[in-house]
């Protein structure tokens, strides 16, 4: 028995079991800029543009799916963007039938910004989760990207998001009446930020 004892203590002593240290995953070196919502002003782009620390080769991939009008979304923040910084903005409307498109998720991958406008965040994830878009969008994060959202982009980040739903009013309002965990319906967000 004292030489099974002896074993484990050489053992643990020279490192014998390396198989965890190549297996921990590396923390994300990417940032979050998460906006409540409402109006971006100039010093708030400002902000997020500073935080992205672009390069001139680098760009921006805005991700409008939660808006009920896409091609709007982009539109409104390309204005914002376009007056604060000059890199490249491009618009990925993912659909269920694009999530796959190769070009499309390796130029998300590599993108330093990417920004998820306002609408619905259950339209947004009911697109995305478990697809490689969201696995893309991780990636990127993970190699230093920042990812950010405002509204429904906000919502997103969450590991546990709120849906907008409440379960004692059922009709919809802007607004919750109350907002406490026995009435907020929740549902599986991108997981940036956890509820602990």
């Known amino acids: 028995m004292k030489y099974i004892f002896l074993f484990l203590l050489i053992c643990l ?3 014998c079991f390396p198989v965890y240290a190549q297996t921990k995953k590396a923390a ?4 979050l800029f998460i906006i409540g919502g409402g109006n971006r002003s100039p010093e708030l782009m400002q ?3 500073a935080s992205a620390a672009f390069t001139p080769k680098d760009y921006v991939v805005v991700l409008p799916m939660s808006g009920s009008e896409p091609d709007t979304s982009f539109f409104y923040f390309k204005e914002d963007f376009k ?3 000059s890199n490249t903005i491009v618009n990925f409307t993912f659909t269920k ?4 498109d190769k070009n499309w998720l390796d130029s998300l991958k590599n993108a330093r910004l990417i920004f998820i406008t306002g609408g619905n965040q259950q339209r947004f994830m ?3 989760l478990h697809t490689p878009v969201y696995d893309a969008i991780h990636a990127a994060y993970t190699n230093g990207s920042t990812i950010a959202g405002t509204s429904a982009g906000a919502a997103v980040m ?3 998001m709120i849906t907008g739903k409440e379960l004692t009013n059922t009709a919809y309002n802007l607004m919750f009446k109350k907002a406490h965990k026995k009435i907020l319906i929740l549902s599986s967000g991108w997981g940036y930020l956890t509820m602990r």
Do not use: M, T
């Open 158 to 160: 969450c590991e546990q």
């Open 13 to 15: 002593g020279q490192n």
């Open 83 to 85: 007056n604060i910084c």
């Open 126 to 128: 009911s697109i995305v």
């Open 97 to 100: 039938q694009k999530v796959s």
């Open 28 to 31: 994300p070196i990417g940032k």
């Open 47 to 49: 902000k997020l543009v």
